[in-house]
């Protein structure tokens, strides 16, 4: 009897053990510094500062990165490393050294940004662009609505040239229902 008691006490005090340290290490406070620079880009650390990969070079003219904090704070996000799915989804990835507006030219860019994936799934992506689209004077969902009224004038104009697609009817029954639905445009 003692023996499985004390086993069940051992087993017990395992459990707490596993507990405490997945509570520790769910909430670990980041520290751009100390990333990795496979989980720099579009991170943001425990203060709420957004972390920036950074390229520096050595005496041997190599370069290297580094993840630092940036001076550019995100708003209502603190501790968060962004997912693999997000970068994918809104066109960008970790190897991306820097924090900058330009991609906002990008209509490609701007099109997966705008896209629903993007821009209501990734909610620190899209803090990020609607901080840096309005410190370019752009409000974010303006320049949105613009793009999704561009693609629509481009369909319509490829419609209107005699290069549109064949008629539904002529597409086969199979393949018409493999056919994923349109993204609204709200």
């Known amino acids: 009897m003692a023996f499985y008691a004390a086993l069940r006490t051992s087993v017990a005090m395992l459990m707490m053990l596993v507990v405490t340290i997945q509570h520790t290490s769910a909430t670990a406070k980041i520290v751009c510094e100390q990333l990795h620079k496979d ?5 943001v650390s425990s ?5 920036v ?6 005496h041997s003219t190599s370069t290297e ?35 900058s507006s330009d991609f906002l030219l990008e209509p490609q860019f701007v099109k997966k ?5 993007c821009y209501h799934g990734c909610p620190n992506i899209l803090n990020l662009y609607f901080n840096l689209a309005a410190g370019e004077g752009v409000y974010l969902p303006k320049l949105c609505e613009a793009q999704r009224a561009s693609s629509r004038r481009a369909m319509a104009e490829i419609r209107s040239s005699g290069l549109a697609a064949a008629p539904e009817a002529s597409i086969p029954a199979e393949i018409q229902g493999a ?3 349109l993204p609204s445009s709200s």
């Open 39 to 43: 989980k720099c880009a579009f991170s």
């Open 47 to 51: 203060s709420g500062t957004r972390c």
């Open 53 to 58: 990969l950074e390229q520096r070079m050595t």
């Open 65 to 99: 990165y580094e993840c630092k904090a940036s001076e550019i704070a995100a708003a209502h996000l603190s501790n968060w490393i962004e997912t693999d799915k997000c970068l994918e989804a809104c066109g960008l990835n970790r190897n991306m050294v820097g924090i």
């Open 113 to 117: 940004l705008c896209a629903t994936q």
């Open 179 to 181: 056919l994923p639905p």
